[in-house]
């Protein structure tokens, strides 16, 4: 922000006399200034002017001289007012005493600046200069109206558009809920297959338990099957080693057989070869044929004893091993068919224990699945939720932005209003007072600077010209940006 401090000073002073009119400019610099009766030097701040208004005949030209100093940095104004010829206005006041300062009847001095013409180009330019700036001031001006209206136009659209981005909040809000239903539906779908797959879990504990039993009990009956083989092959063995002794003896038997008929009929032959005359004393007579009958009996008799002995024996053990191979042959039939139906439910339990996995899969599968949809669904929630609360804040910083850029612009253009107010009212100032001056008007220029204005003019009047002294502050505010 920068301030500036504007003032006006015009005097005048009635004398009599007929002489021209000049100008002596001091800018910052010292020169050498005509002066003559009827002038008046004012000076404040940097810039110094000096006006002088001459009239010839009856009319007194005054001189109004503007000086302006500047605190923001613009440049000062700059105005010369010359008026010359009759002045025939007519003071109604009463006539007052005409005094005179003594300093003003010294001789005058005509020396002529040399750099007056320069001067003059110099203050031309200025105000072209200033009054090009004052043009592109205007332009100014009106564009930022037009953005005025064109942000006031933002401003009632985005009002609008809150409005429907609550309806949009609204609706995702719904939609939020309803994914996060979902997910609730699906975690108490996964808490039931949780449920599902625990007691599937216990089925498949006890089938394996189940199975692991008939593998021992398979384990037991194969071993105890191994020893009945064992047996009945020690029986089997023990039958072909008792049918090898009972064939041993019955060649045995018929071989004694062989050799008890083979000394008989050796003994009868050499019985019936031989005679043999026994005497004896006591007259006995022996009888051999009932001593040889006799012993036949007893050795048939003893064969008759062991044949029957070693058949009884044998029948005996024979039945003994048929037994017991038919109970083996029973066990073992037994034994197979419990081994083949253990078989047949392992097979059977094999099965259900595949079928079991497979569900307890598709179970873990869909559970995964379920999860994996759950937390996708939670995330593009997520992801949606902070994509509109980004959004959101965009929307917001960018209202805000704006709204300061409106005060901004509003604070400009309440600037702008003021400063173009306080010409308007200064020229009309300036324009009024020189439409009350007499017959006599010396043609002014009007310069433009960056807050401050100067304007010249020339006036004449009969009767004794007092000298006024108007004097205008003001003080505004602009924005920082210079045009």
Same mark, same amino acid.
């Given at each position: ?7 006006y000073?015009?005097?005048?002073s009635?004398?009599g006399?007929?002489?021209g ?10 020169s050498?200034s ?13 810039v ?13 030209g005054?001189?109004s ?6 605190a923001g940095?613009?440049?000062?104004g700059?105005g ?10 007519f ?5 007052t005493?005409?005094t005179s300062?003594?300093?003003l ?5 005509l ?5 007056i013409q320069?001067?003059?180009t ?6 072209k ?23 006031e136009?933002k ?5 609008d ?10 609706m ?10 979902q ?6 779908e996964?808490m ?21 039993d008939e ?19 020690g029986a ?6 008792l049918e +090898?002794?009972?064939d *041993?003896? =019955? %060649?045995?038997?018929?071989f004694l !057989?062989?050799v008890? @008929?083979?000394?008989?009929?050796? /003994? ?7 005679s043999?005359v ?10 051999m ?10 050795y ?6 062991s044949?029957?002995e ?15 191979a ?11 068919t419990?081994i083949?139906e253990?078989?047949r ?19 873990e599968?869909q559970?995964?699945?379920?999860e994996?949809?759950g937390?996708?669904?939670?995330k ?10 980004d +959004?959101l804040q965009? *929307?917001? =910083? %960018?209202?805000?932005r704006?709204? !300061?850029?409106?005060? @901004?612009?509003?604070?400009?253009? /309440?600037?702008?209003d003021?400063e173009?107010?306080t010409y ?6 300036e324009?009024s007072?020189a439409g009350?001056?007499?017959?006599g ?5 009007s ?8 304007y ?10 007092g000298?006024a002294?108007?004097?205008k502050s ?8 210079r045009?």
């Open positions: 922000m920068s301030f500036s401090r504007t003032s000073r015009s005097g005048g009635s004398m006399g007929g002489m009119g000049n100008t002596t400019i001091r800018k910052s610099f010292t050498q005509l002066a003559a009766p009827g002038s008046t030097r004012m000076s404040s701040g940097s110094r002017h000096s006006g002088a208004g001459f009239g010839g005949g009856m009319g007194m005054g001189g001289s503007f000086s302006s100093s500047s940095g613009y440049g000062g700059l010369a007012g010359y008026g010359g010829g009759m002045g025939g206005g003071h109604g006041a009463t006539i005493a005409v300062n003594q300093s009847l010294a001789p005058l001095n020396a002529i600046d040399p750099n320069v001067v003059r110099h203050e031309k330019e200025q105000i200069t200033l009054n090009n700036r004052f043009a592109s001031f205007i332009d100014k001006v009106r564009f930022l109206e037009q953005q005025n209206k064109m942000l136009t401003w009632s659209l985005l009002q558009q809150t409005t429907t981005r609550s309806n949009i909040d609204a995702f809000e719904a939609y939020i809920s309803n994914l996060r239903r997910l609730d539906g699906l975690g108490n996964k039931k297959l949780e449920g599902e797959l625990k007691n599937m879990q216990g089925l498949v504990e006890d089938f394996k338990n189940k199975y692991e593998i021992n009990k398979r384990a037991s009956v194969e071993n105890e099957f191994v020893l009945l083989k064992k047996d009945v092959d089997y063995m023990n039958k072909v080693e +090898a002794k009972v *041993a003896l =019955q %060649d045995e038997i018929n !057989r062989a008890y @008929e083979a000394e008989l009929r050796e /003994l009868q032959g050499q019985i019936k070869d031989t043999v026994v005497e004896m004393d006591n007259s006995r007579n022996l009888d044929d009932s001593i040889v009958a006799e012993v036949r009996a007893q048939e008799d003893i064969a008759n004893r044949r029957a070693a058949e009884t024996w044998y029948k005996q053990k024979y039945e003994e091993m048929q037994s017991s038919g109970q083996y042959g029973e066990d073992l039939r037994s034994t197979k419990e083949a253990l078989n439910m392992i097979a059977r339990l094999q099965n259900e224990i595949e079928s079991v996995k497979g569900q307890r899969a598709n179970l599968a559970i995964a699945e379920a994996e949809r937390e996708l669904a939670v593009d929630a997520k992801l949606r939720i902070r994509d509109l609360e +959004a965009r *929307a917001k =910083q %960018d209202m805000a704006q709204v !300061r850029e409106y005060q @901004e612009l509003m604070n400009v253009k /309440l600037a702008l003021i173009i107010a308007r009212k200064l020229l009309e100032g324009e007072s009350s001056g007499g017959f008007y010396g043609g002014g220029s310069s433009y600077g960056g807050g401050s204005s100067s010249g003019g020339g006036s004449s009047s009969y009767g004794s010209g000298g002294t108007i004097t003001m003080t505004s505010t602009s924005s920082s940006r045009f």
